[in-house]
């Protein structure tokens, strides 16, 4: 496939649309961008699954800090319905985490989100009355705390399925609210006795979770206490409240279920995890009708240890319940286990006899992590039932999101096949991307590092890495590649015995380097363009530069370097290695061993581009102020009309062409993504108001080999990549 037809193909992939015109600010023509994703399949904690009782095929999934997701019928993926928040300079970033979410299940075209990653920044409540599409945003002065801890209890938040108009929300910090006009406006419910008094890693637990019983309608509320009285009931909408003696002191009941029988399910941990995990935990139930409390923990033969997290009960027979297991840490992951007769016996995934499932992760391969078996995932705080189909059980981990596609095999023997199910849904928390020129497919299109996954090498953005392709190992800070021989690229990261690591081959295999004494890891790396010399700057004060000729394996001290500087090597002459630090402009001629100072002066904070094809031109990022140079380095002009949070470039529309700069940040007092075709003396904004992406991280590039197709970090909603609509 030639790459004109190959740019259009993916670009038709693509999931979203939208049409906009550019900003005025020295204009080039108006653009169009569809935006999507690319493929990974998760990477961050899914805290919490609702599917909507009435209408089949419709549920959502909320994010500890990527925002929220709806899968309706007929969309066979994901789609995330809160990518208005945040952006480029934004000060709404902090929306970005849903600590809880509500469907309606009267109008289920309703839906209700708090919305807040950490306590103390400004919090909100969302209201859409068309599944997501559009929302209303609500504030009432109460922040929320989605990426906390405890953030996997819930839900806080619920509609009255006898008075839709009346939706509940339980607060961290100032109790119990009420809005009864679809979430219009709110009250405190002054009559709820407690608040919550147990904290974790210095934050209020709060209300953990509001139910109904589905028959009677009367409201169950829980708050996280320490000495165990936590249920509240009442039957009068709110007006007055009972105490359960359902309690377990030292214990909090996090998920909990009311069955259309009249039990109350309770899945306690003795912290409300996960961040500060569980060693201990029960399973209870409290019958409604003769205010009994029994202990229905599963006992399977599977050294449980840890707490229990999510539980459901079968819209089709309230006498089965699934349940999750909740920090256990055991080498398959968590458990789950299933009950047909109301927790007097239960079968799980794995017990004394030996494992019931299998994994099948063909989609998301590098979910294997390196193992023959999968694991079932960790921090399944969330577990659901789909209330059309018994057999399909939807939980969130700490990276994905699984759906069983046969739990009622359990009853009979067999195994459960549990299936890779976060098509669309992409949370990592992302630090930086290299595309190098990979036209005829043999090398890869994209390079990424970021935080809970470490690594990816992609040889087709739209396809989900292989195992092979997933680097795995420590916390990274910086990933590059040889321009001119792209197979080759080294990232580094926070493992102490291996800071650096080189591949050879694309990124199916990473060697690591040699350590050094340098009392100082990770740091930053760059390769000279045919890969000949890599170099490394430790993170550390006290840690020279260093430069090796050999792939890694033996290093020797960049002369003339001061300490941590931003290197970028010249894309074109593999001799020649920039670098700023301390204030000034560096330059390298044979390949990185020493180093001269060019004469320009720039900000200590300054980091360095260069580019396809034009040797010498060294592009700067000195605070907000554009500079570029065409001589080496040794003088710059500044670009007068952007001011830029990250920069990069990519393929030019025409072979030869000068690349296409892209930059994050404000033209005439618009914030947003930009591009510019004629080196920074026009923009065109190419994202809308629709599309900010929340939390978004400084760094974008270019493709090294599409015209038009754009890659850039974000802080919880993974790669975002866009391309010119057809």
């Known amino acids: 496939m030639n790459q004109k037809h190959k740019a259009t193909a993916l670009s038709l992939a693509l999931a979203m649309v939208t049409g906009l015109s550019a900003c005025d600010s020295k204009q080039g023509a108006s653009v169009s961008y569809r935006w999507g994703n690319v493929a990974i399949g998760g990477g961050g904690y899914v805290t919490g699954i609702t599917y909507n009782p009435t209408e089949e095929g419709l549920m959502y999934a909320r994010t500890d800090m990527g ?82 801890s405890g953030r996997g209890a819930g839900e806080r938040m619920m509609v009255d399925p006898k008075h839709n108009s009346t939706v509940y929300l339980g607060t961290r910090s100032d109790g119990l609210w009420r809005s009864k006009d679809y979430g219009a406006n709110w ?16 934050i209020s637990m709060g209300i953990l979770w509001v139910e109904f019983d589905p028959v009677s309608g009367d409201i169950y509320v829980c708050a996280a206490m320490k000495d165990g009285q936590c249920i509240y009931t009442s039957s009068d909408q709110g007006e007055s ?54 202990d229905i923990t599963p006992q399977v033969g599977d050294n449980h240890y840890g707490g229990y997290g999510g539980v459901s009960i079968d819209a089709k027979d309230p006498d089965t319940v699934v349940v999750s297991s909740l920090c256990f840490w055991d080498g398959k992951g968590e458990n789950l286990y299933r009950t047909t007769d109301g927790g ?30 999968p694991q079932t995932g960790w921090w399944v705080s969330d577990i659901e039932i789909n209330p059309f189909n018994s057999d399909e059980v939807t939980y969130g981990t700490g990276a994905t999101v699984y759906t069983t596609v046969n739990m009622t095999a359990l009853d009979n023997g067999g195994d459960v096949t549990i299936k890779f199910n976060a098509y669309g849904l992409e949370e990592n928390a992302v630090f930086k991307m290299v595309s190098p020129p990979h036209a ?90 045919n890969g000949s010399t890599m170099l490394w700057a430790p993170n550390s004060t006290k840690a020279e530069t260093y430069v090796s000729n050999d792939n890694g394996k033996t290093w020797y001290v960049a002369n003339g370097l001061g300490f941590q500087p931003k290197m970028a090597a010249d894309k074109v002459n593999p001799s020649k290695i920039y670098a700023a630090c301390g204030g000034q402009v560096f330059a390298s001629e044979d390949g990185g061993f020493n180093f001269a100072p060019t004469g320009a002066l720039v900000s200590d904070t300054t ?42 470039f990519g393929a030019p529309k025409n072979a030869g062409d000068y690349p296409v700069l892209y930059a994050m940040g404000s033209s005439d007092n618009v914030n947003g993504i930009f591009r510019s075709a004629d080196q920074g003396k026009t923009w065109q904004r190419i994202n809308d108001d629709k599309h900010q992406f929340g939390n978004i991280t400084p760094y974008i590039s270019g493709d090294g080999s599409v015209y038009g197709k754009v890659y ?9 990549m866009g391309d010119i609509a057809e």
């Open 607 to 648: 980091t360095l581009y260069t580019v396809d094809g034009r040797e010498g031109h060294v592009w700067a990022l000195s605070g907000s102020i554009i500079m570029f140079s065409q001589d080496g380095g040794k003088t710059f002009e500044n670009l007068k009309n952007f001011n830029a949070r990250a920069m990069g």
């Open 241 to 294: 409240w009972e105490a359960l003696p359902a309690n377990e002191k030292g214990m909090y009941p996090t998920q909990a279920g009311i069955s259309s029988n009249g039990y109350l399910y309770l899945s306690y941990s003795d912290t409300c995890g996960p961040n500060t995990s569980c060693k201990n935990g029960k399973v209870y139930r409290w019958s409604l009708a003769d205010k009994k409390y029994e």
């Open 712 to 720: 850039f970090a974000t802080n919880g909603r993974g790669i975002v």
């Open 440 to 529: 005829d497919g043999s090398t890869p299109q994209l390079y990424s590092i970021m935080g809970d996954l470490t690594g990816f090498s992609h040889m087709d953005v739209n396809v989900r890495p292989d195992d092979a392709h997933f680097m795995k190992e420590g916390v990274p800070q910086d990933v590059d590649c040889a321009w001119l021989n792209p197979n080759v690229a080294a990232y580094t990261s926070d493992n102490g015995k291996m800071p650096v690591r080189i591949t050879l081959d694309g990124g199916k295999t990473w060697n690591a380097c040699t350590a050094l004494g340098t009392g100082g890891t990770s740091g930053t790396v760059a390769l000279s363009a």
């Open 187 to 202: 009250e405190q419910v002054s009559s709820f006795p407690v608040k919550g008094n147990y904290s974790q890693e210095g």
């Open 344 to 373: 007097k016996t239960w079968k799980a995934l794995y017990d004394e006899s030996g494992s019931h499932y299998q994994m099948d992760v063909t989609d998301a391969q590098w979910l294997n992590w390196g193992r023959e078996q």
């Open 67 to 148: 925002g929220a997701y709806r899968w309706k019928s007929g969309d066979n993926q994901w789609v995330c319905i809160t990518d208005h928040l945040g952006g480029v300079n934004s000060d709404s970033w902090n929306l970005n985490g849903v600590e809880s979410l509500a469907t309606d299940p009267v109008e289920p075209n309703r839906v209700y989100m708090s919305c807040g990653t950490y306590m103390g920044q400004p919090g909100a409540i969302l209201c859409s009355d068309d599944y997501g599409n559009n929302w209303k945003q609500v504030d009432i002065g109460v922040t929320f705390g989605a990426n906390n």
